[in-house]
């Protein structure tokens, strides 16, 4: 019942082991709209700051469940725990608008383009042959803001 | 974004399904990817937040919930009964070559490791396939 209502995220049983993550998208297709609209409409200046704001809170709930009453799977497969990788595809979209509109002044020079690539090219090694998952707290609260960073930046790169 | 596209297909794809297998062998390299690989679902979050912003960058709100969300939600459910008629298929096939019944341990390990490959692979396809059409509603 969970996966056809999509809330098997919050739910013990699926029926599918990756319905978590379709939940987790439909919910946040169904909410983020809203906020969206609404940051976008009252808040336009501040809307930057709201999603700096809720990429933090995501972290807040992290570091909350991990020291309380902890399960992984409170922390891996609920909407609130990960809202940062949604929050940080808003601040792509958001910074891929700017740099659009302001594209004949920004210049990055050559080399620090070279340095950005071989920053994230390393850090890609290591998410991928890294062993920081053994330190408890890195895994369970820390792992998805370095995923997630090093993907916004990627993407600026190519941007 | 072809970049990231690339990147998020071939995580999907190819590196997702050896998860599986990566969990049941010794080697440290291959233990590490296999607790890393997990950085996939965070690509497909941040390309739906990605793509969240622009469709209602491009309409309004009423329009989005008509038309975007009733188009993509149709497509979950299709995904699911795909995956779960697929998974269940494979779960009977092997229960029948590998004779589950019987009390041998390693063949239980075998087909824990070939059902999660499976699931995953198919899951992230199916996941991936998602992206695509969404992207293509844009």
């Given at each position: 019942m969970g996966d056809v209502l999509f809330i098997s995220n919050y739910l013990?049983?699926?029926?599918?082991?990756?319905g978590w993550a379709i939940s987790t998208i439909v919910q946040v297709y169904i909410i983020f709209p809203l906020l969206i609209h609404f940051t976008n409409k009252f808040f336009k200046s501040y809307r930057i700051l709201f999603w700096v704001f809720l990429y933090f809170l995501a972290i807040l709930f992290r570091i909350y469940h991990y020291n309380n009453h902890f399960l992984e799977e409170k922390i891996y497969f609920m909407t609130h725990t990960r809202l940062d990788s949604f929050v940080i595809g808003i601040l792509l979209a958001e910074f891929t608008l700017y740099y659009q509109d302001k594209k004949r002044i920004i210049q990055i020079p050559t080399w620090l383009r070279l340095m950005i690539i071989l920053i994230f090219l390393f850090n890609f090694g290591y998410i991928l042959l890294?062993?920081?998952?053994?330190i408890p707290l890195m895994n369970y609260v820390f792992k998805y803001n370095y995923y997630n960073l090093t993907f916004f930046f990627l993407v600026m790169y190519f941007i | 974004m072809h970049a990231l596209r690339t990147i998020a297909l071939i995580q999907f794809i190819?590196?997702?399904?050896?998860i599986g297998f990566a969990q049941?062998?010794?080697?440290k390299v291959i233990q590490s990817l296999a607790h890393n690989l997990f950085v996939c679902m965070d690509i497909l979050f941040l390309l739906s937040g990605y793509f969240i912003y622009f469709s209602i960058s491009k309409e309004n709100l009423k329009n989005y919930y008509i038309k975007r969300l009733i188009r993509i939600i149709p497509t979950f459910y299709i995904a699911f009964i795909l995956y779960f008629y697929l998974i269940h298929q494979e779960l009977n096939k092997t229960s029948k070559i590998m004779?589950?019944?019987?009390?041998?341990n390693q063949l239980l390990e075998l087909y824990k490791v070939f059902n999660l490959s499976i699931q995953y692979w198919w899951g992230m396809f199916y996941l991936s396939r998602i992206i695509y059409q969404r992207e293509s509603l844009m």
């Amino acid at each position: 019942m969970g996966d056809v209502l999509f809330i098997s995220n919050y739910l013990p049983a699926r029926i599918v082991n990756v319905g978590w993550a379709i939940s987790t998208i439909v919910q946040v297709y169904i909410i983020f709209p809203l906020l969206i609209h609404f940051t976008n409409k009252f808040f336009k200046s501040y809307r930057i700051l709201f999603w700096v704001f809720l990429y933090f809170l995501a972290i807040l709930f992290r570091i909350y469940h991990y020291n309380n009453h902890f399960l992984e799977e409170k922390i891996y497969f609920m909407t609130h725990t990960r809202l940062d990788s949604f929050v940080i595809g808003i601040l792509l979209a958001e910074f891929t608008l700017y740099y659009q509109d302001k594209k004949r002044i920004i210049q990055i020079p050559t080399w620090l383009r070279l340095m950005i690539i071989l920053i994230f090219l390393f850090n890609f090694g290591y998410i991928l042959l890294g062993d920081y998952y053994k330190i408890p707290l890195m895994n369970y609260v820390f792992k998805y803001n370095y995923y997630n960073l090093t993907f916004f930046f990627l993407v600026m790169y190519f941007i | 974004m072809h970049a990231l596209r690339t990147i998020a297909l071939i995580q999907f794809i190819i590196l997702h399904p050896l998860i599986g297998f990566a969990q049941y062998t010794d080697s440290k390299v291959i233990q590490s990817l296999a607790h890393n690989l997990f950085v996939c679902m965070d690509i497909l979050f941040l390309l739906s937040g990605y793509f969240i912003y622009f469709s209602i960058s491009k309409e309004n709100l009423k329009n989005y919930y008509i038309k975007r969300l009733i188009r993509i939600i149709p497509t979950f459910y299709i995904a699911f009964i795909l995956y779960f008629y697929l998974i269940h298929q494979e779960l009977n096939k092997t229960s029948k070559i590998m004779n589950l019944n019987s009390d041998n341990n390693q063949l239980l390990e075998l087909y824990k490791v070939f059902n999660l490959s499976i699931q995953y692979w198919w899951g992230m396809f199916y996941l991936s396939r998602i992206i695509y059409q969404r992207e293509s509603l844009m």
